[in-house]
């Protein structure tokens, strides 16, 4: 496969956009015409399909030196978007391993691992990194291994120590979340940090999935799809940044919701780490716009249904209750009400 | 309703086995304090090994002089919590395990003697809190990621950078404060009223 | 789910250390490095005993850098139930047997100050790879080990010499008992104490600790418990209609395993709560042996864990 990568913004003048190929293979979230809360793990492992975002271990696309652009500028913005608590210093080294191997073996052309011994050599050609440093030593890198190999990987990631019946938020870069906050969450436990979550309390939604986490093994991930909107293709939808991204919401109109609106889709995984036991979990966002996702008969139909039919506590939950009537309006003039096939794949054309 | 799980849950004092026992208390915390002493079954023994520290509370109430008469092996009155927070710190260093610790009084006593018990290395899991008094609550606005002390409203103003914000019951133990959120960020100007919520 | 991918290995060395346990080093069949585990991980080593299959337990107690080879060292018990014995007897160099990815339960807490580790027999083995873990890392540590005989004390001369402050050793041959509470007042706040040999040693050291006022998030044990024996009973699976003769030495776990079935498992133990399993229905009384289920679901008998309880009685029916 070959990528040519994108020069676009994911800010101001927003230049980004999907090329077809990046649509169809984009992460559609919903197998029915419905959404209700699932603890919808299966292993992380390849599907089969060429060239969906499911093959590799952690996913490269055209979008790749955008989006670590950006994450430079909000880093450079708040730096308290990447935060490790003392003892998760070693959890990053595994992480660091984890993707460097990863990447080195699944685009070869793209990456290169060479190890002697500790000394290890990383290249990566798109960003134009070049360097050598000593696994498990700090001072041989320009800053942690957390933040070092995560500056240059596309996705949101959170290193959770696993003690006391739980798993604990003790590490993580964000800079591309659905709107929360990791300096006010670091160092919360999973069901804490989970609280603001509507509905899924009560379901024992939360129950099921900690103690499903906590059994997670190393050499056996896992994954997940999650997903929510987001007007404009920004992916720095922080709190923290709120005031300025706020006002979009109540900006759209008919005319702009097609090119405006975006379905974003976080495609998560989870990875038993082994020298400090710590589950990675990588957030990995997806942006499409829903003009682009009418583009797909199946997608467009389905969407519509679901948006239509989602309880208003998820919607209000997920930002868009305000909205809803705006986005069903536009969603309805591409459902002829024919029926849809299971499963998030398009149909073939 | 049930309150959300990241809002922390105080519940009584009571004496639990120990070596050592650290008590800190301000406002009407000092009420927690007495009943804590009364209730051991060696009040002889439990008082020569505990060491107490209390500061008045939210709006200055002041009940230093009660606590002073029980009569602790080691009594501190400090005049405020950000004042005693050094000694507060040697005491937790020097301590061995077996080191009981209670807090009482407002909620931002609890957690910022809480965060520096954590420090300490002593699990949060096993320090006793007992909610008493003001209500007040310490906010950590979102945004700029100032504290503002003792809101009574929501919403309220951030002290530091002036937006204005509503209250969530989502709290940090490792800020020691809920979380502040812009009330008017997607309407600018759309502010509700401030309620008193937090007395 | 069980401990991951299996990694098949080959023994390149097995070495006695006295008369009752013995250390075996493998290397992977297919040349690749194993994984780099953390302290406290064990590994289930899969052997086919002439026809039956074992699955037992093991820490790694090897350097969690040391990715070339795995080591476990395995204390023999003529009582038990032949996991112990056909590795003692009948394992050498060039024998194939196959490796779970490391698993850990019993890992360091890296947020603590000190590290304080007690350890009884062949409870040794986990602290010997912790040991290593703190040194790379920088961190402190103290261990209390305490055996029969010094002859008995696998590793005792190895670790008086390398870590010789760190390190006091207590043997019973001469009387030498761990003044426990004298030891426990000492520590400073943020010590983790990590205790693991056998049953009522380890019982001993929880109560002690509790009882001078640790609290419960600094207090980490491990024990293996191996499946008791007993009287054969049947076992019906209702969701696979399968049903099964669990034999006097066999556990109700690996009797569902022989039939075909893979259900999930993680430490054999009793401890992780992995297998458990709901009761449908049984005739006889179910003898729960773990440390999983709570007091009320052990009365309740609608749960049991398989890896190491058994029933009194004829027969039981699982959801499986």
């Given amino acids: 496969m070959s990528l040519d990568f994108r020069d676009e913004t994911f800010r101001g003048d927003f230049t980004f956009s999907n090329s077809p190929e990046a649509v169809r293979r984009f992460p559609f979230p919903f197998d029915r015409d419905a959404y209700m809360y699932a603890v919808n793990i299966e292993r992380h492992v390849p599907t089969g399909r060429e060239g969906s975002v499911f093959e590799h271990a952690f996913d490269v696309d055209e979008h790749y030196v955008s989006e670590m652009r950006d994450r430079a500028l909000v880093l450079a913005e708040d730096p308290l978007r990447c935060q490790s608590l003392p003892h998760m210093a070693l959890a990053g080294w595994d992480l660091l391993e984890l993707i460097m191997e990863s990447k080195a073996r699944d685009y070869p052309d793209l990456f290169s691992l060479t190890k002697d011994g500790d000394r290890w050599h990383w290249v990566n050609r798109p960003l134009n990194v070049d360097d050598r440093f000593t696994f498990l030593d700090e001072a041989t890198l320009p800053c942690g291994p957390l933040e070092y190999i995560t500056r240059q990987t596309q996705g949101d990631f959170t290193l959770q120590d696993q003690r006391e019946d739980s798993l604990w938020l003790d590490a993580g870069i964000v800079t591309t979340q659905a709107d929360w906050s990791l300096d006010f969450d670091l160092g919360m436990k999973f069901h804490e940090w989970h609280a603001p979550v509507p509905v899924a309390h009560q379901l024992g939604v939360f129950d099921r999935a900690l103690k499903f986490l906590m059994s997670i093994q190393h050499g056996q991930p896992y994954r997940r799809l999650n997903w929510t909107l987001t007007v404009d293709p920004l992916l720095d939808t922080s709190p923290e940044n709120y005031p300025k991204w706020g006002p979009s919401r109540a900006s759209l109109t008919p005319e702009t919701v097609g090119r405006r609106m975006h379905l974003r889709v976080e495609l998560q995984s989870f990875w038993r780490l082994p020298r400090s036991n710590a589950l990675a979990f990588p957030i990995r966002a997806y942006l499409c716009s829903f003009e682009d996702i009418v583009s797909v008969p199946k997608w467009g139909r389905r969407l519509h249904r679901v948006l239509r039919d989602i309880p208003e506590e998820l919607a209000t939950y997920k930002g868009f209750a305000r909205n809803r009537g705006l986005l069903v309006d536009y969603l309805a003039a591409f459902d002829d009400g024919q029926p849809t096939s299971p499963g998030i794949w398009p149909d073939d054309p | 309703m049930e309150p959300i799980l990241s809002r922390p849950r105080y519940g009584k004092l009571a004496p639990a086995k120990g070596r050592a026992h650290l008590a800190m208390a301000d406002g009407e915390g000092a009420g927690a304090l007495l009943d804590l002493v009364a209730q051991a079954p060696d009040r002889a023994g439990f008082l020569a090994a505990l060491h107490v520290i209390y500061v008045p509370g939210p709006g200055g109430l002041d009940r230093g002089e009660e ?74 606005c979102v945004h700029c990621k100032g504290v503002t002390e003792e809101v009574v409203t929501d919403p309220f103003r951030c002290s530091h950078c002036g937006l204005h914000l509503f209250v969530r019951d989502h709290y940090s133990r490792r800020l020691a404060a809920f979380q502040g959120v812009n009330i008017d960020a997607e309407e600018p100007g759309q502010v509700p009223l401030p309620v008193v919520r937090f007395a | 789910m069980s401990g991951g991918t299996p990694i098949p290995v080959v023994v ?43 699955r037992n337990p093991y820490s790694l107690m090897g350097d969690p850098a040391d990715t070339a080879a795995y080591s476990i060292s395995v204390r023999r018990d003529d009582a038990g139930r032949g996991g112990s014995l056909y590795l003692h007897r009948h394992v050498r160099p060039g024998s194939e047997l196959v490796l779970s990815h490391p698993v850990n339960l019993f890992p360091l807490d890296l947020r603590a100050r000190k590290h304080l580790f007690i350890a009884g027999g062949i409870g040794i083995t986990p602290f010997l790879a912790m040991i290593h873990q703190c040194l790379r890392l920088g961190l402190r540590f103290e261990l209390h080990y305490t055996a029969r005989t010094r002859a008995l004390g696998a590793y005792m001369d190895d670790l008086e010499r390398q870590h010789g402050r760190n390190v006091r050793l207590y043997l019973d041959d001469q009387d030498q008992r761990l003044d426990l509470s004298g030891l426990l007042a000492r520590q400073p706040l943020g ?52 049903g099964v003769t669990v034999g006097p030495h066999q556990s109700l776990l690996e009797a569902i395993e022989a039939a075909g079935l893979d259900p999930p498992y993680l430490c054999r133990g009793g401890a992780c709560g992995q297998c458990e399993t709901d009761v449908l229905a049984c005739e006889g009384r179910i003898l729960h042996n773990d440390h999983w289920l709570t007091d009320a679901q052990k009365a309740s008998g609608t749960k049991i864990m398989p890896c190491v309880s058994r029933i009194e009685g004829p027969s039981i029916t699982l959801d499986r």
């Fill in chain 3, 12 to 54: 390149s060395e097995v070495t006695p250390l006295n008369d009752l346990v013995t250390r075996f080093r493998f290397r992977r069949r297919d040349g690749l490095p194993f994984p780099a585990f953390s302290g406290g991980a064990h590994t289930v080593v899969e052997m086919d005993d002439h026809g039956t299959r074992r």
């Fill in chain 2, 67 to 140: 606590v002073s008469r029980l009569g602790a092996a080691l009594c501190h009155r400090a005049p405020s919590l950000a004042a005693t927070l050094p000694r507060l710190r040697k005491v937790l260093a020097d301590a061995h395990m077996g080191t009981q610790v209670y807090l009482a009084g407002s909620e931002g006593l609890i957690g910022q003697a809480l965060r520096e018990a954590m420090e300490a290395g002593l699990p949060f899991s096993a320090v006793q809190t007992e909610q008493r008094g003001s209500l007040a609550r310490r906010v950590q």
């Fill in chain 3, 191 to 242: 010590t983790a104490l990590y205790v693991c040999g056998p049953k009522p040693m380890i019982a001993w050291v929880l109560a002690t600790a509790r009882d001078m006022g640790w609290p419960e998030a600094a207090l980490h044990s491990e024990e293996f418990l191996a499946p008791p024996t007993g009287a054969p009973f049947r076992a019906s699976l209702a969701r696979s209609g399968i």
